[in-house]
């Protein structure tokens, strides 16, 4: 099997980018892994795990033969230094330990758990049971939504990249509470995630034929997401926000379903305000009114889809926004962050369509 | 474990019911039968196909095979007028048409579609899209929730049976409504339903490949289960009802889950009113505080799992209600229904424990 | 339809078997809960769990809510001794420790693992990876499959279960190698199994998220199974048996599906072998000619169905066999064997209907 | 949402290849749709469908939408005389009446359905039920398996796509066959596919209640692919084959499994036979030694993952043949036989990473 360098011969030599992963064994690093593959200014230059140091990538996920030649390295042989930026698709905390050094040596990060997501270390030290360990880099960092922050993850050195669910309700809300249209006190956002979202960890609770032909909520009564879309939704409306978040695991392998709920404050065209607010947006997609659009048409795609409902004429609204948790929620996302802090096309490595059915 | 066959004891050897069941081609006839088959003092007279007549059930449907011995007859040929009760398992429209000569034969007749839910003909035939060809024995009907109209249901000639989301949606609010602790005008239902719930008819959208590792939302706008819920809601209330609803359809086969909200507007220890409030039904299972029901919890078997949540402490509740729709939902109510119409234990033939896993 | 009760109106009020259970926190183990909760002659009195002592049986799987009131309690306590039967639904190694102090306070054993299968302690030691604590004990111990060792299993004091695989292949094979029609130096046994045949335990391959739309096969080159199986086969040809054996692993919970070829050496109606071999076996079912069973017919339920073709009417027959791995391929064996043993209707508590869809 | 054409836009001007595609709404149609809409040098000229002329081919797959933004267009008015090449994404018997036409008008054409896969007329006329119109041009055809015929592809006019069995079976056999190193007379063919490989027909039995959690065998005595494998392995034999081929229908979207035997008449060492076999060839992955692929390993990519096994040292091997049913057993395969006819790198286009999870 040839490998796929011969087809990107096009991309300017020059733009090279040299990248480290730390923590590749889990699905957002493999995520990581199937899209810099793919992406034509990433040179893959290590990636790291304590766990599994030695045995190739490409032998715990077959679906890399031929495509990735590295093997996980162990992070303390890994030269991350002379990295252009690394990724941490790590669990929290690993991100703010290396982050004083790395940040030393030039590199940037970009970190896909939450260590750098909330400004409030109250907030984070509540919710992840640990103290933030470089809190004083806290105002470096740049909460990686494009969507919201684009310019300011231009010149990021520091990214806290959003979780999957924050990344789906915020731009399923973000037109409204920009334009001040709704109660923001008594929002409701009901998401329902494929199992992926939980992680590649041993747990009982995540498998088959546990999570499998059934489906439940959980996290009802408090949830790390709710703090970051709080602090998000908040900045959007200038106001205080009351949020319910109720998150469910739903038997399929990836995909969010974010289903909001809003009153009315002030009338609009709310399909064309969502149309005009996403115009330009190249991962947003605001669909045709009376869409309702199915997690299966981002799967494996960088895309939010989103369609805008008002039941009955009420004064209620239900938006309905979609993502791939994997990528619009974490990989490729990220990657969108990476083309951005580089100059390169947002859309870089992007434009997977998505795998139907 | 003695549960089964105690209940079973009181049941007299006499009290055979002869039963039709009309189309029992789809989902909710064969859940009809394999609920039927083990019941102490069922006996199946006649299943009706008109597309299948003469196939033994057993060949449609091999998991009855040495159970079911009947085959599919002709509608025409059935001697239904022979039946102490006939079930509809039947497409909108059709118990409706034979309900009168059945009646005059003095069957009792539980119809598992819409035709005699909806007090209100106009609904009906607004949602529906049929004339309704017997309003005069809509005043007959009793809506076959035995939690709200048990004394009724006994008496009854006629049963409109609730629809699967409506069971789910009015069992997981009535206490609230009862109490006249929330706002009745802006409730919530966001509802998930397994396949089955489409039933068993050719399309292209419930196919595997389409409906397999995927959610989306339908009937966002509108549902024909809305009005049905909403009669039942305003009987609980006596007030008026403002609901929005939103169907999901999820990648598992069987369940439904609503995740129910409303917001406070009286006090309560809402954990106990729910305990007590359903305090003796045999199958409504108000969890312990915190508990998050899954729907496998209740795969399979006639139960009712609901758990009652306050997150933060605010001024919104969140209600979690899970059936199998196809038992609790349909079948398993149906045959509720019949035991109480024919002064049976309740439980009769319906002591299935969930399967799980 | 009189099956149920019939069959239970021999069984006398008397005869109540006090049962213990180790390890009920597996998949074996709550199917044995679901099973023995609706037994007429079952008294539940210990279920054990070292690492869950004190929890309430429910409370780990809330299908079981308001039918078994136990909590698991730690072994030591447990007080087994005063048992009829105790069931060992544990990892292999466990029922083998216990076996001899049970025996002599005279209780019954039946293990689901695999310590009492195998004859040849060698091939035990060699597949399991441990000494064989009690191989003195291994002349009493019968070999739970009903349709081979019927009358043995009614006066054992110690049942070594069959796996899942091998009663699926055993069953699919019996009627010709009984019959010594087919070449028994080159069986193939291609099975396709359902997630919980790997147990539940907390391990990354069988995740949702890697087992959920996908498929493979695992231990090609050799599986405990295959001795097991041989043994079996070995038995009923009276003669030497090459098997080729190829486990798969499926996007199913439950379920096996045995494919299985053999070349003939001599003619019959190999239909009417296998409906004259089976008549009166309560729980295999030989289905019609030209059949294609589903593993779906039996989901839940303990029977084993069997579908014999020719192809191309050509000298290698293709049989498909397929049973409920945690019913009759675990725990409703289980039960098939107590009622045995304890001269009970060998289909007590047994006559669950499969669930379908 | 900008489209992707800047991101083609390295793709020489000149290698524009005008493509048609007849019957788009299938799965094998989308399929096509994805690959093309990112390939470099595809133009797509025109997509027919009958029934749906008129509606863009992004409203009934959202997709594409932004990446595709032609409507389906009724086949009179397509003007596909213009294309240089024409895909058949249609039921059996479309390519074969059209075909005269458009080869007289220079197009070429890729029927990714049956009928120029036989070259021996009475087979296809029995095993589709139809009288095949053109068996004039059956000479012409090219059984577009690059594999085996690469050089003859590239001059085709016609290419008789293989089916998706057919390509797992025939990879996964060829180098034994080729070696003449096994019994060609009692080969076997287990083979498992994802009920996508049924098509996107409304159709009972492929429903997500009907396919989900359950599997089965089908076809057992007979199956349309059986005569085309059979031709294929006899002409890598240049001997008499006789086959077993026995499919399964698994809850999976994509993907087949095969699994092989054959029994070995001549001594090798299989591991290096395979690999040399192979190598060089793009779209084949000889696994390393003891190697068990998964489906998703090669789920949305033209890979074909084999390995070899040979248990317990015995005389029959088992081989384990991966592909994803809709690339490498439909559009992919089309492409890569496109990207032969129109001299391209056999790898353009086709480049995609499987998506895992």
């Known amino acids: 099997m040839p490998t796929t360098t011969e087809s990107r011969q096009g991309a300017k030599e020059s733009a090279r980018i040299r990248i480290g992963i730390v923590g590749g064994t889990g699905y957002t690093g493999v995520e990581l892994l199937r899209l810099l593959a793919a992406h034509p200014n990433a040179e893959l230059k290590a990636i790291t795990s304590r766990k599994e140091a030695g045995m190739p990538v490409a032998e715990m ?30 669990p929290h905390g690993v ?19 939450a260590d750098f997501r909330l400004q409030d270390v109250a907030q984070f030290e509540r919710w992840y049971g640990m103290p933030h360990s470089c809190p004083e880099l806290l105002a470096d960092a740049v909460y990686g939504l494009p969507e919201v922050n684009r310019e300011a993850i231009r010149g990021a050195r520091i990214i806290g990249l959003p979780g999957c669910y924050p990344t789906s ?69 200038g106001a205080e926000v009351g949020l319910i978040f109720t998150p469910h695991l ?93 100059d390169l096309p947002e859309t870089s490595g992007l434009e997977h369509i998505a795998l139907l059915p």
Chains 1, 2, 3, 4 share one sequence.
Do not use: W
Request: proline content about 5%; overall charge neutral.
């Open 61 to 90: 996920f077959p679906s890399l033969r031929g495509r990735v030649d590295l093997a996980f390295a162990d992070p303390a042989n890994a030269a991350l230094e002379r990295c252009d930026v690394v990724f941490f698709a790590t």
């Open 95 to 113: 991100a703010m330990e290396a982050a004083p050094r790395l940040l030393d040596a030039g590199v940037r990060l970009i970190d896909l758990a």
């Open 250 to 342: 739903t038997p399929m392998i990836r995909g969010i379903h974010a289903t909001l709920y809003a009153r009315v404050t002030g009338e609009a065209d709310f399909q064309r305000l969502y149309e005009e607010h996403y115009r330009g947006e190249p991962f947003v997609d605001v669909m045709p009114a009376g869409s309702q659009p199915d997690t299966r048409s981002v799967r494996g795609s960088n895309m939010c889809r989103i369609a805008v409902h008002r039941p009955h004429g009420g004064d209620t609204l239900t938006v309905l926004s979609v993502i791939d948790n994997l990528v619009k929620g974490a990989a490729g996302q990220a990657v969108q962050n990476m083309n951005l802090m580089f």
């Open 169 to 237: 309700v915020q731009l399923g809300l973000k037109p409204l509470l920009c334009a001040g249209l709704v109660d923001t006190t008594h929002l409701i956002a009901d998401c329902k995630s494929g199992v992926s979202g939980a992680g590649r960890k041993a747990e009982v609770g995540i498998l088959f034929a546990e999570a499998s032909d059934t489906l439940k909520a959980y996290g009802v009564s408090g949830h790390r997401h709710h703090p970051e879309i709080v602090q998000g939704l908040k900045r959007m409306a």
